[in-house]
């Protein structure tokens, strides 16, 4: 009985690659992003590209003992009492005038660190009387187009 030869090839689990364009001399991080800026724009409304940083969770101290693995050390490294770093958050389009938020994604995998970001971004906004704004999570054109016709 012959078996049938195995694929050699792995599963690409890395960071997914976004192409990138150029408008107006920005350098958007996605086509779906250049293209988002290109509806918002030919729209006539108010906004800004990656122009504010939210940051969902500030800096702090961890007091008890904290001792963690790094990169080329064998023993654990005493971190007690040292800062964790604040979680920040920069949506791709804000308009503060028209009262929304844009965040274009195309494929989000699962181990990427986006969605419990955009929990904590949602949460934020909830927390800070932001509820008044309209969020919108396009991942495609054709989503853009309807969230440009919704805010229109």
């Not at 934020?124 to 509820?131: A, F």
């Not at 008044?132 to 805010?151: C, E, M, T, W």
Request: with cysteine; charged share 30%.
């Amino acid at each position: 009985m012959k078996r049938k030869p195995t694929s050699s090839k792995r599963k690409n689990t890395g960071a997914i690659k976004s192409k990138k364009a150029v408008r107006d001399g920005i350098t958007f991080a996605s086509s779906l992003e250049a293209y988002c800026y290109d509806q918002l724009k030919e729209s006539g409304l108010d906004f800004q590209y990656e122009g504010e940083s939210f940051t969902v969770l500030p800096s702090f101290k961890y007091e008890g003992m904290y001792l963690k693995s790094t990169s080329g050390k064998k023993e654990l490294v005493d971190y007690t009492g040292k800062a964790v770093r604040a979680i920040t958050y920069k949506p791709d389009f804000v308009s503060h005038k028209h009262k929304f938020i844009i965040e274009t994604k195309g494929f989000v995998p699962s181990n990427h660190s986006f969605p419990l970001r955009w929990k904590l971004f949602l949460k934020y906004l909830h927390e800070n009387g932001m509820s008044d704004y309209s969020v919108f999570l396009p991942k495609n054109r054709a989503q853009v187009d309807d969230v440009i016709n919704r805010l229109k």
